[in-house]
């Protein structure tokens, strides 16, 4: 039996949630990581954000006011709003390809690590392939072949939200907030639908590790199915190495975002993201520096946070783990 | 030549530095982590290192070795085979035409490979002495009949020299050129002994002698160019080292790839006591904002693009570094007139009435003029004003040409490749969707790419520039001829064409500018290209450099440069 249930009879879940409420440094993080996610999500909604798009070029480079929270960049945009909305796309970006990719590797690392034998060996030669090729490439091909696709799904989704007789231009409006995420989203779900294989990796050294031990064996000899004792008894014992490589995912998605705008690929000009966003500000930092301050600092707390939040799950879902 | 600035091909380092940690997501761990924050901590702590240390340029200043951001890695050093800014100014210091670039004056004609000339009455013969001295960078003589041979090799229609309408000047050059004679003496250009070559031009230029102050009049090797190929093979090794010779004032020392050229002083050349330099280094440096930061921790004596974005900043904190000249040259739109909207007129007049170029120029491309045609002002010749910002008038063509309200306008890619270019489109992008509802995508392309999609007409719209190669009107309007190497719009108009050979057989100074200003008007009334702005020069330059004076050209003469020590 595991350490967990044979001390106390708590469950894993409430156990875990004891221990993180303890963490002082994880709880901060998660309150920070909520308070961010909350605000990009729902801020845009209540109207009072400017057009993160709307150029007012007099105004250009200024610094924080009441008006503008955090200046204003390079072609007089206000900068709040920039982040904002480019947090929208980012966090958007990194959870679904998280998600995607971790949900691919644990089944297929799991399914590997407990069959094991020849079935194991051939999926982990397929994983070993997939390894080989190069990654940028492919989501290049990727990007372009979809591309096509994404557009007809854009003109789909705005369609929904406007009426046939609407002008031009408030279509275009409608257009400005769902294209960025409509364009990028379907690419990243193919991305994280890539990106899977080092988790699989881990997840299947985990199963069988764990496979081998008694409590599975018992669970085995009371008759339960191959499913259950898979996803009921093994994985859960998983979770910690699945939920730290899960914090670290998403900051490396967001960085790779980042990456494939400036190949074109990612969130194109005006539409904002927290990497492009950092990229200009990076460029500019000598004639306006809030423009790289404010989005490095959220991606930073946000970098930060994952990584803190993730040391404390891990600890805290680690049945191992001492008990104080 | 190809402007480089502000529209051009960058590498970021996000993507070079980063590009394997961030190749594959899976790969993240927390020591990645670590590394990537020392990378971004790394230049405040050279900055801390080096305010102990002798910087790079205090100790080239010592050495007598000029430091300069040449913001690209040239495509070749055969100086045929290229059309663009950087591979020029490394160029002009390995090889000199006949006539010199003047260190003061644009129009200045100092003696280079030549030293003396002289011309017919109208202008369209003309004769140049040779240095008797001069000779190559192994030792070998500069003779008339290397310039002959230069002129045959970039006019073989197999060799097919990007440039090669630079050359059109000479008699039946043109035509050897297509294909239309086969026989090259029939070309005007003739060498009559080892140090006189005798020119005969299908026009009279009276600015023949600047003319031949641009690279595709050089000289070539032929010794050496025969050595590794025959005369029309294209990229053989004679561009290359150990084998590359020139006649100018330095030669080529080492080429590092995506680093550095080095050139160092050539003891062959005949004014080599004049020569105050000891070396050049060309450094790649394709993101102007890191140039910038290069130049500005001292590792650079100039850069020679400071993006707008930077200008207040550098105009307050380093007034010591900062030039703003005038510069002869145009920063414009090229629209792709195959493509089904952009190839009606109207619609091409709408997207350029919608502008508001006087906005762009005040704050984004700072020190720029707003256009009014498209040939900047030079000399005698000062263009009809036609441009304008007319929103209403730019609806009304639109809705003309079919498209009311921007309603079912197709969805176009602007197509740039320098970062600090983006700026001044994400205006017109704004400005398009605002005047005229219409939508258009940006996109970045490496300048590799960037240049291949424009000629082969795979592109919408695309960002260009254009320099001008010497001052007469016609370096601008040659452009949009049908053929040109450079004019990449799918647009000609034989019409236009004809006005342009009136005017080279037009004696008369005023009358020849003034047929030239009516094809003018017809490019602005069909609009393949929509003019933006007129360059500034907007440089740093360090203040122990001596003999660079402002000039309009900005060809600044390598061998008058001198560093103060």
């Given at each position: 039996m595991s350490a967990v249930t044979a001390e106390k009879n708590n469950s894993l879940w409430s156990d875990a949630r004891h221990r993180l409420m303890r963490n002082r440094a994880a709880l901060i993080s998660l309150i920070v990581l909520t308070v961010i996610i909350f605000c990009c999500l729902v801020l845009p909604l209540l109207g009072f954000l400017h057009d993160p798009n709307a150029q007012a070029l007099p105004d250009k480079n200024l610094a924080p006011s009441g008006a503008h929270w955090f200046g204003t960049d390079n072609?007089?945009?206000?900068?709040?709003?920039?982040?904002?909305?480019?947090?929208?796309?980012?966090?958007?970006?990194?959870?679904?390809?998280?998600?995607?990719?971790?949900?691919?590797?644990?089944?297929?690392?799991a399914i590997s690590g407990y069959v094991s034998g020849r079935t194991d060996a051939i999926m982990m030669r397929i994983v070993d392939i997939l390894y080989a090729l190069p990654f940028l490439i492919i989501v290049i091909l990727l990007g372009k072949t979809i591309e096509p696709a994404t557009a007809k799904l854009t003109d789909t989704v705005v369609g929904w939200f406007t009426s046939a007789d609407a002008s031009v231009e408030s279509i275009n409006a409608t257009r400005a907030w769902i294209e960025p995420i409509t364009t990028l989203v379907p690419l990243f779900v193919a991305i994280g639908a890539l990106s899977w294989l080092t988790v699989s990796r881990i997840v299947r050294a985990q199963v069988q590790g764990v496979a081998k031990q008694e409590f599975v064996e018992a669970a085995r000899s009371l008759g339960l199915g191959n499913f259950r004792i898979l996803f009921r008894h093994i994985l859960p014992n998983t979770l910690g190495p699945i939920i730290v490589y899960t914090t670290l995912t998403i900051p490396s998605v967001m960085l790779f975002e980042a990456t494939l705008s400036f190949l074109g690929m990612g969130v194109k000009p005006p539409y904002a993201s927290w990497g492009n966003l950092i990229n200009e500000g990076a460029n500019l930092m000598l004639s306006n520096i809030w423009l790289l301050f404010f989005p490095t600092l959220l991606f930073s707390a946000t970098l930060f946070a994952l990584n803190f939040l993730g040391d404390g799950l891990r600890d805290a879902l680690d049945p191992r783990s001492a008990k104080d | 030549m190809q402007a480089r600035h502000p529209y051009k091909a960058s590498q970021n380092f996000s993507t070079g530095k980063n590009s394997t940690a961030i190749l594959a997501p899976s790969h993240k761990n927390p020591a990645v982590m670590l590394r990537r924050l020392i990378i971004l901590l790394l230049p405040a702590l050279g900055?801390?290192?080096?305010?102990?240390?002798?910087?790079?340029?205090?100790?080239?200043?010592?050495?007598?070795?000029?430091?300069?951001?040449?913001?690209?890695?040239?495509?070749?050093?055969?100086?045929?085979?290229?059309?663009?800014?950087?591979?020029?100014?490394?160029?002009?210091?390995?090889?000199?035409?006949?006539?010199?670039?003047?260190?003061?004056?644009?129009?200045?004609?100092?003696?280079?490979?030549?030293?003396?000339?002289?011309?017919?009455?109208?202008?369209?013969?003309?004769?140049?002495?040779?240095?008797p001295e001069g000779r190559w960078s192994d030792g070998v003589p500069v003779t008339a009949d290397d310039f002959v041979f230069a002129y045959n090799r970039l006019l073989h229609p197999d060799f097919a020299g990007p440039y090669a309408e630079m050359l059109y000047f000479l008699k039946n050059a043109e035509e050897f050129n297509k294909g239309k004679i086969t026989d090259f003496s029939q070309v005007g250009v003739k060498a009559i002994d080892d140090h006189t070559l005798f020119v005969k031009l299908r026009e009279p230029v009276p600015f023949l002698p600047s003319l031949t102050r641009h690279y595709t009049w050089f000289p070539v090797p032929k010794h050496v160019i025969l050595k590794f190929g025959k005369m029309q093979d294209r990229f053989t090794d004679w561009s290359v080292l150990p084998n590359m010779v020139g006649n100018g004032p330095f030669k080529l020392k080492t080429w590092r790839f995506h680093d550095v050229i080095e050139v160092e002083r050539n003891t062959y050349y005949w004014d080599a006591k004049n020569v105050g330099l000891n070396g050049i280094r060309f450094f790649p440096i394709e993101n102007p904002f890191t140039e910038t930061r290069a130049f500005l921790s001292g590792q650079l004596h100039n850069i020679y693009t400071l993006p707008s974005?930077?200008?207040?900043?550098?105009?307050?904190?380093?007034?010591?570094?900062?030039?703003?000249?005038?510069?002869?040259?145009?920063?414009?739109?090229?629209?792709?007139?195959?493509?089904?909207?952009?190839?009606?007129?109207?619609?091409?007049?709408?997207?350029?009435?919608?502008?508001?170029?006087?906005?762009?120029?005040?704050y984004i491309m700072e020190g720029y003029t707003p256009t009014t045609s498209f040939v900047p002002k030079m000399g005698a010749y000062e263009p009809e004003p036609v441009l304008s910002f007319n929103p209403e008038k730019a609806r009304a063509l639109l809705a003309e040409a079919g498209y009311p309200d921007g309603k079912g306008f197709p969805r176009f890619s602007v197509l740039i490749s320098k970062p600090d270019a983006k700026a001044s489109i994400e205006a017109m992008q704004a400005m398009w969707r605002k005047h005229l509802n219409i939508l258009v995508d940006i996109q970045i392309k490496d300048w590799g790419s960037f240049v291949t999609a424009q000629q082969n007409l795979d592109f919408d719209i695309a960002v260009g520039g254009w320099i001008g190669d010497y001052l007469d009107p016609t370096t601008f309007l040659n452009l949009w001829t049908k053929g040109n190497g450079n004019n990449n719009t799918g647009w000609s108009d034989p019409a236009y064409e004809a006005l342009l050979s009136e005017a080279a057989l037009t004696a008369d100074a005023a009358k020849r500018l003034e047929i030239l200003k009516r094809a003018e008007l017809m490019v602005m009334k069909a609009q393949p290209i929509i003019p933006v702005s007129w360059y500034s020069r907007n440089y740093l330059l360090r203040p122990e450099v001596k003999g660079w004076h402002p000039l309009l050209l900005d060809n600044h003469p390598w061998k008058s440069i001198r560093l103060e020590k």
């Amino acid at each position: 039996m595991s350490a967990v249930t044979a001390e106390k009879n708590n469950s894993l879940w409430s156990d875990a949630r004891h221990r993180l409420m303890r963490n002082r440094a994880a709880l901060i993080s998660l309150i920070v990581l909520t308070v961010i996610i909350f605000c990009c999500l729902v801020l845009p909604l209540l109207g009072f954000l400017h057009d993160p798009n709307a150029q007012a070029l007099p105004d250009k480079n200024l610094a924080p006011s009441g008006a503008h929270w955090f200046g204003t960049d390079n072609l007089g945009r206000d900068i709040f709003a920039r982040v904002v909305y480019g947090g929208r796309i980012s966090i958007a970006v990194g959870l679904i390809t998280t998600l995607v990719s971790v949900t691919i590797g644990v089944c297929y690392g799991a399914i590997s690590g407990y069959v094991s034998g020849r079935t194991d060996a051939i999926m982990m030669r397929i994983v070993d392939i997939l390894y080989a090729l190069p990654f940028l490439i492919i989501v290049i091909l990727l990007g372009k072949t979809i591309e096509p696709a994404t557009a007809k799904l854009t003109d789909t989704v705005v369609g929904w939200f406007t009426s046939a007789d609407a002008s031009v231009e408030s279509i275009n409006a409608t257009r400005a907030w769902i294209e960025p995420i409509t364009t990028l989203v379907p690419l990243f779900v193919a991305i994280g639908a890539l990106s899977w294989l080092t988790v699989s990796r881990i997840v299947r050294a985990q199963v069988q590790g764990v496979a081998k031990q008694e409590f599975v064996e018992a669970a085995r000899s009371l008759g339960l199915g191959n499913f259950r004792i898979l996803f009921r008894h093994i994985l859960p014992n998983t979770l910690g190495p699945i939920i730290v490589y899960t914090t670290l995912t998403i900051p490396s998605v967001m960085l790779f975002e980042a990456t494939l705008s400036f190949l074109g690929m990612g969130v194109k000009p005006p539409y904002a993201s927290w990497g492009n966003l950092i990229n200009e500000g990076a460029n500019l930092m000598l004639s306006n520096i809030w423009l790289l301050f404010f989005p490095t600092l959220l991606f930073s707390a946000t970098l930060f946070a994952l990584n803190f939040l993730g040391d404390g799950l891990r600890d805290a879902l680690d049945p191992r783990s001492a008990k104080d | 030549m190809q402007a480089r600035h502000p529209y051009k091909a960058s590498q970021n380092f996000s993507t070079g530095k980063n590009s394997t940690a961030i190749l594959a997501p899976s790969h993240k761990n927390p020591a990645v982590m670590l590394r990537r924050l020392i990378i971004l901590l790394l230049p405040a702590l050279g900055f801390l290192v080096s305010c102990q240390k002798e910087t790079q340029v205090e100790r080239a200043n010592r050495e007598g070795i000029f430091l300069t951001g040449n913001s690209a890695e040239p495509k070749s050093l055969d100086l045929q085979q290229v059309t663009g800014v950087p591979e020029g100014k490394i160029i002009t210091s390995l090889f000199e035409g006949l006539v010199a670039d003047d260190p003061e004056n644009d129009d200045g004609t100092p003696p280079g490979a030549a030293t003396s000339w002289e011309h017919n009455d109208d202008l369209t013969e003309w004769t140049f002495h040779l240095q008797p001295e001069g000779r190559w960078s192994d030792g070998v003589p500069v003779t008339a009949d290397d310039f002959v041979f230069a002129y045959n090799r970039l006019l073989h229609p197999d060799f097919a020299g990007p440039y090669a309408e630079m050359l059109y000047f000479l008699k039946n050059a043109e035509e050897f050129n297509k294909g239309k004679i086969t026989d090259f003496s029939q070309v005007g250009v003739k060498a009559i002994d080892d140090h006189t070559l005798f020119v005969k031009l299908r026009e009279p230029v009276p600015f023949l002698p600047s003319l031949t102050r641009h690279y595709t009049w050089f000289p070539v090797p032929k010794h050496v160019i025969l050595k590794f190929g025959k005369m029309q093979d294209r990229f053989t090794d004679w561009s290359v080292l150990p084998n590359m010779v020139g006649n100018g004032p330095f030669k080529l020392k080492t080429w590092r790839f995506h680093d550095v050229i080095e050139v160092e002083r050539n003891t062959y050349y005949w004014d080599a006591k004049n020569v105050g330099l000891n070396g050049i280094r060309f450094f790649p440096i394709e993101n102007p904002f890191t140039e910038t930061r290069a130049f500005l921790s001292g590792q650079l004596h100039n850069i020679y693009t400071l993006p707008s974005d930077l200008i207040p900043a550098a105009k307050k904190e380093y007034p010591q570094y900062l030039h703003q000249e005038p510069y002869v040259g145009t920063v414009f739109v090229r629209l792709n007139t195959t493509r089904k909207g952009l190839d009606n007129e109207k619609v091409r007049n709408a997207l350029s009435l919608a502008l508001d170029r006087e906005s762009i120029c005040k704050y984004i491309m700072e020190g720029y003029t707003p256009t009014t045609s498209f040939v900047p002002k030079m000399g005698a010749y000062e263009p009809e004003p036609v441009l304008s910002f007319n929103p209403e008038k730019a609806r009304a063509l639109l809705a003309e040409a079919g498209y009311p309200d921007g309603k079912g306008f197709p969805r176009f890619s602007v197509l740039i490749s320098k970062p600090d270019a983006k700026a001044s489109i994400e205006a017109m992008q704004a400005m398009w969707r605002k005047h005229l509802n219409i939508l258009v995508d940006i996109q970045i392309k490496d300048w590799g790419s960037f240049v291949t999609a424009q000629q082969n007409l795979d592109f919408d719209i695309a960002v260009g520039g254009w320099i001008g190669d010497y001052l007469d009107p016609t370096t601008f309007l040659n452009l949009w001829t049908k053929g040109n190497g450079n004019n990449n719009t799918g647009w000609s108009d034989p019409a236009y064409e004809a006005l342009l050979s009136e005017a080279a057989l037009t004696a008369d100074a005023a009358k020849r500018l003034e047929i030239l200003k009516r094809a003018e008007l017809m490019v602005m009334k069909a609009q393949p290209i929509i003019p933006v702005s007129w360059y500034s020069r907007n440089y740093l330059l360090r203040p122990e450099v001596k003999g660079w004076h402002p000039l309009l050209l900005d060809n600044h003469p390598w061998k008058s440069i001198r560093l103060e020590k």
